[in-house]
């Protein structure tokens, strides 16, 4: 049995409480903004095909490819859109990252609209090339003769319970290090289905992590309609005023949990942060909310040196300096691979943020 | 077959056969059982021939000269050759004397390149490897196009981003050159995927080495152009060298041309320093592959003459003889040359006051462009995204305050700097 299937099956044997088996947390269900109307409950891959429905629907010219995703793709998300769009527009490729990828650059610099699927975020590295070396540079090489910014790839990303090495690695560091491509993370349907509209619309190369553990888990209401939500802007979901906590996908909810706990047992009111778009990230956001607070911590499942926390540690105490009360935390992953039957230990989970937060809240 | 599959097919052109290796049902349908055990062995299987017409005397045994080959055209596609051969030698003296940073000739190749050139139509959308200025040449990219971008000026339509050679011409339907081997090669595949969508009567073409033929990218094109039956030509030049390493430390089979009945895509080999045979070969391959929709693969032999660049010397790894047999022997303008005068067509004479007058338009560009500013050094900031995001300007910001206090130690009269 392929890998795919067996981590599908093993995602809907997931308690339906939603608590993730190995590293346990729940996910708290966003609530979109009134203004984009009628709603309906989707889970993340319910969104993501919805986002991908919209799409290629306005956009006659796209087209969606990928292992897999003639039948609807290891992970659903493109579930009816060959039956809907025809087998020119939706259509498997071979088993070649490399190939996926610098065939989606082609396509889009002939100025098609290209959703390109990367089975797991782990299998992307045969494309890197592509990624770096054409995708990025496209536009900046030829002196804006030309541009491939129809492409958007899109790969399954993060902790799933049980993925181990090859299925839960989270590489958005790699990708943010490439001026020339943007990297976006959503933490649920709501974000999921609006910030890959934007991708896709984009005129820049675009690679969208998409959240494993939430594709089945994350249910919300989410607009049924087109929307888009802005890149390069952070969200702040949960206001406070002592901590900032600056996060993106899965660990938004961990934090959300963290900032509760923190409240009820500790009287700290933590801001919580989405980051989104990891690349080009906003920082005046991140800037403003830690001049306010005086203390940050940044959490990520990728590992810890070089993580993209690095990268927001190191921003923060340029432009902040003077505001700073605390050294900045990163609670992340650990140098290591990510380990199979280690994964409790492994993840930055609730009790280790908690613990951040109070080494924060006892610093001075 | 349902009526599904009927439309789909119709709609693609693509014709699978249905007995044969590669009729398209799952594994075993259609396979051919034997009770003999027998490993093939391709050292026993005839070589796939090389397809020549003009020999190396300059001589057509065989009459074999396609119509669309014109005494006119002939001359013409001489002529650039001769304006390749000649650009080539005054840039790469340049960059000994230190006027330009880097080059790379096509000496050896010129029939193969401008050849294949020829036989396209501007319509066909061209994505090159390194060597194929000629391809640029022949489309109309002018020597001070050719210039301003070695020198890196100001009027550079790549805003001086590259390395010499790195050219890029819109306006000619070529892609931008990028120094990474074979990258181009599936980005050839997706655009020509695009164009049969919008139903465009165009091939997509790819150029690239015998050495880049040993790259992953040009095994995954190959596959997906065949199965997405994506209208692509690809152009191998084997030119028997990838810097040092000469074909035998590069392949063990029967060189590129047999790596293609493994994807099920049609192929030739061809001479590439005859002129006749790589026209034709690519016309007939244009055709093929605009008619069926599918891509072909075309094995240009031909031999790099120059060294890989100005920062080898070949002398290190091949013979000077074994250089000279091909450049005096074997050379696609040599031969081309000796057809031309044997038919009357030209002439010594023309030959020299017309490279007397390469020699003045190039000499005349080069000058030009070498007094011609650089651009300003803000414009490393632009491009990188459509619109300059918060951070590159901040960057931008930096520079500037920098020059304002340390510009005297830049240089900057070199650069244009409003």
Same mark, same amino acid.
């Given at each position: 049995m392929s890998c795919g299937r067996l981590l599908k099956r093993a995602l809907t044997s997931v308690k339906k409480d939603g608590?993730?088996?190995?590293a346990g947390f729940a996910y708290i269900p966003q609530t979109p903004? #009134?203004?984009?109307?009628e709603t309906t409950k989707l889970n993340m891959f319910q969104s993501i095909n919805s986002a991908m429905d919209i799409a290629m629907e306005k956009d006659s010219s796209a087209v969606l490819f990928g292992?897999? %995703?003639?039948?609807?793709?290891v992970f659903r998300c493109s579930l009816g859109l060959q039956d809907k769009y025809g087998s020119a527009r939706v259509f498997n490729t071979p088993l070649t990252e490399q190939g996926i990828i610098g065939f989606g650059i082609g396509v889009a610099a002939a100025g098609t609209t290209a959703i390109a699927e990367i089975q797991f975020a782990d299998y992307i590295y045969p494309g890197f090339d592509q990624i770096v070396n054409e995708a990025a540079k496209y536009r900046y090489r030829s002196g804006n003769e030309y541009?491939?910014?129809g492409l958007t790839v899109r790969a399954p990303w993060g902790a %799933?319970?049980?993925?181990?090495?090859?299925?839960?690695?989270? #590489?958005e560091a790699f990708f943010a290090h490439v001026p020339g491509i943007k990297v976006v993370v959503p933490r649920g349907p709501i974000q999921a289905k609006g910030l890959l509209l934007s991708c896709i619309r984009d005129q820049n190369p675009c690679i969208f992590f998409e959240p494993?553990?939430?594709?089945?888990m994350a249910a919300e209401e989410v607009p049924v309609g087109d929307y888009t939500l802005p890149l390069s802007q952070a969200e702040v979901v949960r206001q406070g005023s002592d901590i900032t906590m600056i996060g993106w996908g899965t660990v938004i909810h961990v934090l959300l949990e963290v900032a509760t706990m923190a409240e009820e047992q500790l009287g700290v009111s933590c801001e919580v942060i989405?980051?989104?778009?990891?690349? #080009?990230?906003?920082?005046a956001t991140i800037e403003k909310s830690v001049q306010k607070t005086g203390k940050a911590m940044v959490v990520h499942?990728? #590992?810890?040196?070089?993580?993209?926390g690095a990268e927001i540690a190191a921003r923060i105490q340029e432009s902040c300096f003077l505001h700073l009360e605390a050294p900045i935390q990163r609670v992340t992953?650990?140098?290591?691979?990510?380990?199979y039957i280690y994964e409790p230990f492994y993840l930055p989970d609730k009790w280790r943020c908690f613990e951040a937060v109070k080494k924060l809240r006892d610093f001075m | 077959m349902s009526l599904k599959v009927m439309r789909h097919l119709a709609r693609w052109n693509c014709i699978r056969p249905?007995?044969?290796?590669?009729?398209?049902?799952?594994?075993?349908?259609a396979a051919v059982y034997t009770d003999s055990l027998e490993f093939t062995n391709p050292i026993s299987m005839p070589q796939i021939p090389t397809y020549r017409v003009l020999d190396r005397h300059g001589? +057509?045994?065989?009459? !074999?000269?396609?119509?669309?080959?014109s005494a006119t055209l002939l001359v013409e596609i001489y002529k650039k050759m001769l304006l390749l051969s000649k650009m080539d030698k005054i840039l790469l003296q340049s960059q000994r004397q230190g006027r330009i940073s880097f080059y790379m000739t096509c000496s050896g190749e010129e029939a193969a390149v401008i050849g294949s050139a020829a036989a396209l139509q501007e319509s066909d959308t061209v994505f090159t490897q390194?060597?194929?200025v000629g391809v640029f040449l022949w489309r109309g990219f002018t020597l001070d196009d050719v210039m301003n971008q070695c020198f890196s000026t100001h009027k550079d339509n790549t805003k001086?981003? $590259?390395?010499? +050679?790195h050219y890029s011409a819109r306006e000619h339907n070529i892609q931008c050159v990028s120094s990474?081997?074979?990258? $181009?090669v599936p980005n050839a595949v997706g655009y020509a995927y695009s164009n049969k969508l919008k139903n465009k009567k165009s091939v997509t073409v790819a150029y690239f080495g015998e050495g880049a033929a040993s790259e992953g990218d040009v095994h995954a094109a190959m596959n997906m152009a065949a199965v997405l039956c994506c209208p692509t030509l690809f152009i191998c030049? !084997? !030119?028997?060298?990838a810097i040092s390493t000469s074909t035998k430390d590069q392949?063990?089979?029967?060189?590129?041309?047999?790596?293609g009945a493994g994807y099920g895509i049609r192929t030739v080999r061809v001479d590439g320093n005859d002129l006749f045979a790589v026209y034709q070969a690519v016309t007939a391959a244009r055709e093929l592959a605009l008619s069926e929709s599918c891509p072909v693969l075309l094995e240009l032999m031909t031999y790099?003459?120059?060294?890989?660049?100005?920062?080898?010397?070949s002398t290190a790894y091949r013979s000077i003889d074994e250089v000279n047999y091909w450049n005096t022997r074997d050379s696609p303008v040599g031969r081309l040359g000796h057809y031309l005068v044997q038919q009357k067509l030209w002439s010594d004479e023309e030959e020299q006051s017309f490279t007397k007058e390469c020699r003045k338009e190039i000499m005349g560009a080069f000058n030009q462009a070498e007094n011609t500013p650089k651009p300003?050094?803000?414009?490393?900031?632009?491009?990188?995204?459509d619109t300059m995001t918060s951070q590159l300007g901040e960057q931008r910001r930096s520079l500037e305050e920098h020059l304002e206090e340390y510009g005297e130690n830049y240089n900057l009269d070199e650069y244009d700097m409003k």
């Open positions: 608590i993730r088996t190995a903004n #009134p203004a984009l109307g292992e897999d %995703v003639a039948f609807g793709g541009n491939c910014g %799933v319970g049980h993925g181990a090495l090859y299925h839960s690695q989270s #590489p494993k553990i939430l594709y089945r989405d980051l989104q778009t990891i690349m #080009p990230y906003d920082s499942e990728a #590992p810890l040196t070089q993580g993209f992953g650990w140098d290591t691979p990510f380990a | 249905k007995s044969s290796a590669m009729a398209s049902g799952v594994a075993g349908s001589s +057509i045994k065989k009459g !074999n000269v396609p119509s669309s080959l390194y060597r194929e001086g981003r $590259q390395m010499p +050679i990474t081997l074979a990258t $181009q030049r !084997n !030119n028997g060298y392949y063990f089979g029967d060189g590129i041309a047999a790596r790099r003459v120059g060294h890989h660049s100005t920062s080898d010397d300003s050094p803000y414009l490393v900031f632009d491009d990188v995204y």
